[in-house]
T-cell receptor, first 111, second 112 residues
Framework: DAKTTQPNSMESNEEEPVHLPCNHS???????IHWYRQLPSQGPEYVIH???SNVNNRMASLAIAEDRKSSTLILHRATLRDAAVYYC????????????FGKGTKLTVNP | ETGVTQSPTHLIKTRGQQVTLRCSSQ?????VSWYQQALGQGPQFIFQ???????GRGNFPPRFSGLQFPNYSSELNVNALELDDSALYLC???????????FGSGTRLTVV
């Protein structure tokens, strides 16, 4: 399973943008980059995924480096409800359906 | 509303006992996976079922077993409970053609 590296923790202020980095230098050409987040006392929640191009949805944006060895999850205006552990996961197209979670990045949002 | 419901939410069992955890997936989600999450760690894949057949297994012993039913519900059974089995157990479902999984809120199992 391809591996990702994320900072253990990050801190942000409410209503400011947050950029959560993820390194995946061993990514293969068919790996999709997925992001999930886990709020306290809840199961993980799907946030966004992409392959090569940048992606936007109602929750966040995903910026993928041109060489695909890193990506950044962008929360445009952090709220207190965005405080969670964010996981960056590589998922092979047509491969195993399982998700391989690391320890993720714990995001703290200050009021 | 997550669409995936797990029961019970909390459970305390004694070492050596057996436990059954239940999950009700979203209608149409024919793939269900179970994960174990120890405190402070990311979830670890136990196994997955697709159309009632096991379709992949993580590094867990045979005393962890499962079932998936035609009504999109599933079970995780753990025999001969050990203290290290204390964890949050998560169920996740998806439709085969989509990319995102929907997780339940989990069952917190404590083995004493």
């Amino acid at each position: 399973d391809a591996k990702t590296t994320q900072p253990n923790s990050m801190e942000s202020n409410e209503e400011e943008p947050v950029h959560l980095p993820c390194n995946h230098s061993t990514i293969s050409g068919t790996d999709y980059i997925h992001w999930y987040r886990q709020l306290p006392s809840q199961g993980p929640e799907y946030v966004i995924h992409g392959l090569t191009s940048n992606v936007n949805n109602r929750m966040a944006s995903l910026a993928i480096a041109e060489d695909r060895k890193s990506s950044t999850l962008i929360l445009h205006r952090a709220t207190l409800r965005d405080a969670a552990v964010y996981y960056c996961i590589l998922r092979a197209q047509g491969g195993s359906e399982k998700l391989v979670f690391g320890k993720g990045t714990k995001l703290t949002v200050n009021p | 509303e997550t669409g995936v419901t797990q029961s019970p939410t909390h459970l305390i069992k004694t070492r050596g006992q057996q436990v059954t955890l239940r999950c009700s997936s979203q209608s149409g989600h024919n793939t269900v996976s179970w994960y174990q999450q120890a405190l402070g760690q990311g979830p670890q894949f136990i196994f997955q079922y697709y159309r009632e057949e096991e379709n992949g297994r993580g590094n867990f012993p045979p005393r962890f077993s499962g079932l998936q039913f035609p009504n999109y519900s599933s079970e995780l059974n753990v025999n001969a409970l050990e203290l290290d089995d204390s964890a949050l157990y998560l169920c996740a479902s998806s439709h085969r053609v989509t990319y995102g999984y929907t997780f339940g809120s989990g069952t917190r199992l404590t083995v004493v």
